[in-house]
């Protein structure tokens, strides 16, 4: 048996003559951790702890000392550990994880390297220079390594370069306007990644994290239609309004095609949320902020409802 999950044998269970002790053995070989996979975890996590200790490390140490520290030595130090540890994934011939693991720890090196750089020589780059800077360098990394983690990082500085450059370069861009490329582009991310699970096979991105970008789309949407019902109306509010409506729809019924509960939780309670913000547009006395709180109320548990009864469904 493969890919089997403890719901389908306990349904083979109860409509079966399957006996209790050959269930345990296929519980014990397809479903349970062992020993071997805990003392995988086991590894992994520690050599991710100590990975994120050691730039933790490097940037506390770079802190306390700087203004004992020679410029050359401060520079030499981190491009040394970026070479080392560049080094190690190139050429060792440790697993592909823990190779994953030390290359996102080095991605992390190079911010520090280009803080410090610019902290020597005072560039007076703007903070956006800093991040752009930091996401060029890392971004074949990102490409060539397949690691969740690190593409997490990547994505984390592009939103950051993004919102960092329309606060210090194009301040003309409204609000909504930022919001709006924000959430196209951390769809187009969730889209690539979703495309990439289906139809190709050396390229899995674990759940958690195309329920994390999806869940940094669905905020910035959100805070971008609420933001709008309080402003003057604008023509990228509508575009924001319409985008939205349009992929929402297609998450939900993605959520139901896949059978995940997560998709369809996040698009209602953003909902939710805006119909709340649209409702305190119309008044904000204290009978609109009672009906509000009805609303939400009744609205979440219909949410929960709904919910739990696909999920009883999806069981049977």
């Known amino acids: 048996m493969t890919n089997i999950e403890r719901e389908d044998i306990q349904i083979i269970g109860r409509h079966s003559n399957w006996s209790e002790k050959n269930i345990e053995i296929v519980l014990k070989k397809d479903v349970y951790n062992n020993k071997a996979s805990w003392l995988k975890f086991i590894k992994i996590l520690f050599i991710s702890l100590g990975i994120g200790f050691t730039t933790a490390g490097v940037i506390f140490f770079f802190a306390y000392n700087w203004g004992d520290l020679h410029k050359f030595v401060k520079i030499s130090l981190i491009e040394g550990l970026i070479i080392i540890t560049t080094l190690i994934v190139v050429f060792s011939k440790i697993s592909l994880n823990i190779k994953?693991?030390?290359l996102t720890g080095t991605s992390m090196l190079v911010g520090v390297l280009f803080a410090v750089f610019g902290q020597i020589y005072q560039t007076g780059a703007n903070a956006y220079d800093f991040f752009l800077g930091w996401t060029m360098a890392i971004t074949i990394w990102a490409i060539i390594s397949n690691f969740a983690p690190?593409?997490?990082l990547f994505i984390t500085l592009i939103n950051t370069t993004i919102i960092l450059y329309t606060e210090q370069v194009a301040q003309d861009y409204s609000e909504i306007s930022v919001l709006l490329l924000l959430f196209i582009i951390n769809?187009?991310?969730?889209?690539?990644?979703?495309f990439c699970k289906k139809n190709i096979k050396e390229i899995e991105p674990p759940i958690w994290f195309t329920n994390l970008i999806a869940l940094v789309a669905v905020t910035f949407s959100t805070i971008?239609?609420?933001?709008?019902?309080?402003?003057?109306?604008?023509?990228?509010?509508?575009?924001?309004?319409?985008i939205t409506s349009i992929i929402y729809a297609i998450g939900v019924k993605y959520g139901l095609k896949v059978k995940s509960g997560f998709y369809l939780s996040i698009i209602p309670f953003s909902i939710i949320i805006i119909t709340s913000s649209f409702l305190i547009k119309l008044s904000n006395d204290a009978s609109m902020f009672l009906l509000i709180s009805l609303f939400v109320v009744s609205s979440i548990t219909l949410v929960i409802k709904t919910l739990i009864n696909l999920q009883k469904k999806w069981r049977n």
């Open 100 to 102: 994953n693991i030390i």
């Open 150 to 152: 690190l593409w997490l």
């Open 187 to 194: 769809v187009v991310f969730l889209l690539f990644a979703l």
């Open 224 to 242: 971008g239609i609420c933001n709008g019902v309080f402003e003057k109306q604008q023509t990228n509010f509508i575009l924001l309004i319409i």
